[in-house]
Every structure is written in structure tokens, then in C-alpha cells.
């Protein structure tokens, strides 16, 4: 087979590793990449933006099966795009990637299958939303509408902080469009964790459960980021915790959106709350996570093609997944002031090292290739993923990896994975 991958972050650096140790496969590239994934795929210099290049990409090299990484291609229709040349691609249509590209299509869908999630109030005005943040008080969630990078939702313990919020949102345009309408939601309080799972719009085939952590600092502090580390599996997701998600929250958005006329396929991904009152949703994805991805995929023991295709010839009930025992976890190194603005081209030194450790890979961020030495390209610049029997050991492992790797102005939360070691004891 030839595959096609859009994106160029950890996300698709995972899958890219992941593929090549298919049998099935031939051929693997990556659009737009980056200094890592050239190591397993050939990167083409298309942007995930450029929907056109894409597709004429896919026809010119006869490429079986795209995989779609990031979520704005998938919001801006690429899957209609190729679906339409006859091409086999992985990843809900545009009217089905609504779940992730508006949060209030997802709150709709949610209020109207009876689907756990926050009480929450919309607005296009700013002074009707100001009034009403004003009369329910903190602590409380201001979320742009739609897609932000992660950064689109705001928790608030004070006014003035909410006010702010909404105003960097919907009057300063922070997040452009995305701040078109405005979400005030109830503030749910308990520990988060996300499960993932594959679906053609009829069954749906879980994986194994993750934490991510999104603010800037140790002890969950600073703004939110896209993710600065996770493990899984995650111990506050038991099996009947994981059976109850399946059947409650899964299954009934995928049936609830097929009934709407709306036929999903690919990912879908729950972001959940564990309230007193049990888990509820806080957001819908409609692609792997980042850096969830990074975790859940190592632990994979199948071949993720077979899987692929099942979802994309809507015959996921004829396959299953096995998972390794164990745990994985990813420390996500970012530049110096991100997730706010950062220096780019700083030298990264000791990757070569790792390659010798069979249970850690470091999966490229944003890195680029410049006068043969590996530079930083983005805000989140490598995501050092290991995997072991017990926690501790997996964590470890990844933290003196991390020690071992260099350039100026990294920074790390070093604080990941804790919460999991206070459940396990």
C-alpha cells in the first residue's frame, strides 16, 4: 500500500513510526512533515491548508489511503474533497467533523441524545454575555465556538478573569472566526482523562484510555497549552468506567449523529470529566489526540493498517484490537515562552543517543532540517515517549531521556504522570 499523511506534528510522527512497521505498506509520505518524520516517510512540501494540492498529490502517486492528522483539513472538507476523486481517506466529512469545529453543534447533539456533559449558555453578543457572566458568578468556562488549537477554552475562578476572557475572544478576536460565538459553561470539578476510538459510523472499536495536561506548568498551572505531556492508560478509567463511556456517551453520539443524517467515520474522541455525579463530556475531537496519540498508539500491539481500512470500508465489526500490558508516557519539551511567543531554529543535541533505546522514541514536534543540523520549528518541539511494565519504571525512563536532550530554552512540566502514581498506590 501507499499511504499519505497530512500533517506535521508528534500526532503524525506517531502514526508515520506506527505504519511503517506494517507489512502492508510500501510506501509512506508525510505532507508537510518534519526532521523526524523524514526519517520513515518522504515529506512533500504541501500544506495542510492546500486541499487541492493534496488531492492532486493522492492522484498522481496512486496513494491507497490518506490519514487525515490535524483537525482544520477535516473541518474544511478534505474528506468530501478526496471522496469525491474516488480516493480512500480516513476522517469524518466536513458536516460530521462539526462535532470538534463547533462546540455548539457538539452541545446540541449532546442535550439532544442525553449525553453527560456541562449546563452551558450560547452568545453572539459580548454585553449579553458579559450580563450573564456577571449573574452566575465563578468559577466558570468561557469556550470559543470553534477550532483554537486547544487554546479555545478559558477556566475562570474570578470575574474579572471570565470578562476577560470573553472579551479576548469575542472582541479582540483572539482566535478569529472561532470567537464568531461564545460558550459560558458550567465548571465542572474532578480529574479529566480522554478515550479514543475507532468507528465507521456503525460500531465503534475503543482504545486504550489517556491523560493529557494541558496548562503551561507543573501543578496544572499557567494557560492551557495543546498538551504538554500524557500517559496511558489512565487508572481513573476502570473497565466498568470504560464500558459505561462506550455505551453512554460513544455509541450514543455516533448513533445520534447517523440519525441526524450525519454518517461518521474515523476518530472519535472523548474528552471527559470524572465528576462526584460521574464522567462527563467536556469536548468531542474528531481526530487522534496530541499528545494522546503519542501513548495510545505504542501501546497498540496490532497492526493499525488492517484497522484503518475496516473503518474506511465500514467493516470495523469484522476486526479487533490487541493492546500490550503496561504503560506509556510522553513528555512533550517546548520552546521557551510558549504556548505564547517563541524563538525558532535553536539546535536540538542529543537525539542521536536515544535511538539505542528500544523502549523510547522521540516523536518530532515542530523540527526542522537546516544545514543538516535538527532545529526548533514550533511551540511544542519534541515529545519524548517510553514504555515499560509499571509506571515508575515508564517514567523513569522518559525523564532521563529528557535530561540527556538539549536546546535553548527548553522547557518541560516535570510533573507528569503524578496523578496516576497516587491512584496505583
Known amino acids: 500500500m501507499r499511504i499519505l499523511v497530512v500533517g506535521g506534528g508528534g500526532r503524525e ?244 449523529l447517523k440519525s441526524d443524517g450525519h454518517s461518521y467515520s474515523g476518530i472519535i474522541y472523548a474528552g471527559l470529566m470524572f465528576t462526584e455525579k460521574g464522567p462527563k463530556v467536556l469536548e468531542f475531537n474528531c481526530r487522534f489526540g496530541d499528545p494522546e496519540a503519542q501513548v495510545v498508539i505504542p501501546l497498540l500491539k496490532s497492526d493499525l493498517v488492517p484497522i484503518l481500512q475496516a473503518v474506511v470500508e465500514g467493516k470495523l465489526s469484522q476486526v479487533k484490537a490487541e493492546w500490550h500490558e503496561g504503560y506509556a508516557v510522553c513528555v512533550v519539551m517546548a520552546s521557551g515562552g510558549y504556548p505564547d511567543s517563541y524563538q525558532k531554529g535553536m539546535v536540538i543535541e542529543g537525539l542521536e543517543e536515544q535511538k539505542a533505546n528500544h523502549n523510547l522514541m522521540v516523536f518530532h514536534a515542530g523540527t526542522d532540517i537546516q544545514k543538516e543540523k535538527v532545529v526548533t520549528s514550533g511551540g511544542r518541539v519534541l515529545g519524548v515517549t517510553g514504555w515499560a511494565q509499571t509506571l515508575p519504571q515508564t517514567l523513569k525512563n522518559v525523564y532521563e531521556a529528557v535530561e540527556s536532550i538539549r536546546f535553548e530554552g527548553a522547557h518541560y512540566r516535570k510533573d507528569i504522570g503524578q496523578k496516576a502514581l497516587k491512584l496505583l498506590k
Open 13 to 256: 510522527h506517531t502514526l508515520v513510526w506506527k505504519l511503517k512497521q506494517s507489512p502492508l505498506v510500501e510506501k509512506i509520505y508525510c505532507a508537510p512533515g518534519n526532521a523526524g518524520i523524514s526519517e520513515y516517510a518522504q515529506c512533500v512540501p504541501i500544506s495542510v491548508e492546500d486541499l487541492r494540492g493534496l488531492v492532486e498529490f493522492a492522484e498522481e502517486q496512486k496513494i491507497d489511503l490518506t490519514i487525515v492528522g490535524p483537525e482544520a483539513p477535516l473541518a474544511e472538507g478534505i474528506v468530501d474533497l478526496f471522496q469525491g476523486r474516488g480516493l480512500k481517506i480516513f476522517g469524518p466529512n466536513k458536516q460530521a467533523a462539526k462535532l470538534e469545529g463547533s462546540k455548539v453543534f457538539a452541545k446540541e447533539l449532546m442535550v439532544k441524545y442525553n449525553i453527560p456533559t456541562a449546563e452551558y449558555k450560547t452568545f453572539t453578543n459580548p454585553e449579553e454575555a458579559e450580563q450573564y457572566i456577571k449573574k452566575v458568578g465563578t468559577p466558570i468556562v468561557i469556550k470559543a465556538e470553534g477550532l483554537a488549537a486547544g487554546k479555545g477554552v478559558i477556566v475562570c475562578e474570578e470575574e474579572e478573569e471570565a470578562l476577560l476572557a470573553m472579551k479576548k475572544i469575542m472582541i479582540d478576536r483572539a482566535f478569529g472566526d472561532a470567537g464568531n460565538r461564545l460558550i459560558v459553561e458550567e465548571c465542572l470539578r474532578g480529574e479529566e482523562a480522554s478515550i479514543l476510538a475507532f468507528t465507521d459510523g456503525e460500531s465503534i472499536l475503543p482504545m486504550v484510555s489517556s491523560q493529557d495536561h494541558k496548562p503551561v506548568y507543573d501543578g496544572d498551572r499557567g494557560p492551557n497549552t495543546g498538551g504538554m505531556g500524557a500517559y496511558a492508560p489512565a487508572p481513573l478509567v476502570t473497565p466498568e468506567i470504560a464500558k459505561y463511556v462506550e455505551e453512554e456517551i460513544l455509541l450514543p453520539a455516533v448513533k445520534g
